[in-house]
């Protein structure tokens, strides 16, 4: 469990103020009315509560996927939001990965050459491309899998080569939205334990959108959106 309370750690994400609005059949919707979050270097925040409060909203602002309607989201003090879109992208390549509840693999690919599509995006060689994303794939146990297409491998299998994706660049963030939500339970335990060891191993700072209880309970913190602002609920 990250040890990151206290004045002497910084925050690797500040978020301040941070509101989203958007214009549906003419009529302004405020999702995230005020999110005022701390996450803290190498810890695992579970975000919950009701569907449609705004989690998956928070994490796309997090991993700059959308851009606010106001607030600041600071990396290492930063303010990500004042690069323009080119090098924001180039900045979310490397230092975010991505899971999602539906992997959004290409199912006219195997294993390998999904794993190696972000490597390619930030335009290492291929065989570069290739060694990253063999070491990560042989790391999630499917080391046997590497040149099946995608659609051959089942449910979990799947979410393991969209994990690997997420981390073959090695970023510094996880971002994960519903993981295991479309899994069967065992399947969903492999995961949930696999995302855990990677973050320890690599340092990670993840933040797991999530309606399993189990998992959020197995993260350092949880926070509820509540009204389109953040609540902490455990781990302070």
């Given at each position: 469990m990250a040890e990151h309370n206290g004045p002497e750690t910084p925050a690797k994400i500040r978020i301040r103020g941070l509101v989203k609005t958007f214009k549906t059949n003419g009529i302004q919707v405020q999702v995230l009315t005020g999110v005022d979050l701390d996450i803290f270097p190498g810890e695992t925040l579970a975000v919950v509560g009701a569907s449609g409060v705004g989690k998956s909203t928070l994490l796309h602002i997090l991993g700059t996927l959308e851009r606010p309607s106001a607030g600041q989201v600071l990396w290492e003090g930063a303010d990500v939001f004042a690069m323009d879109d080119k090098p924001l992208a180039a900045f979310r390549n490397r230092k975010v990965g991505f899971v999602?509840?539906?992997?959004?693999?290409?199912?006219e690919f195997n294993a390998l050459e999904n794993v190696m599509m972000p490597?390619?995006?930030?335009?290492?060689?291929?065989?570069?491309?290739?060694?990253?994303?063999?070491?990560?794939?042989v790391r999630v146990g499917l080391k046997e899998r590497l040149t099946h297409r995608v659609t051959t491998l089942s449910g979990g299998e799947q979410q393991r080569v969209a994990v690997a994706r997420a981390l073959v660049l090695e970023p510094e963030v996880l971002l994960a939205d519903e993981p295991t939500g479309n899994l069967d339970p065992k399947s969903g335990a492999r995961v949930q334990e696999l995302i855990l060891d990677l973050n320890r191993e690599r340092?990670?700072?993840?933040?797991?959108v999530t309606h399993n209880l189990e998992l959020a309970r197995a993260l350092d913190r949880r926070i509820t959106l509540v009204d389109g602002r953040a609540m902490v609920v455990q781990g302070e």
């Open positions: 999602f509840q539906f992997h959004h693999l290409l199912s490597a390619l995006i930030a335009r290492e060689s291929q065989g570069v491309a290739r060694d990253q994303a063999e070491a990560i794939l340092g990670l700072t993840s933040v797991i």
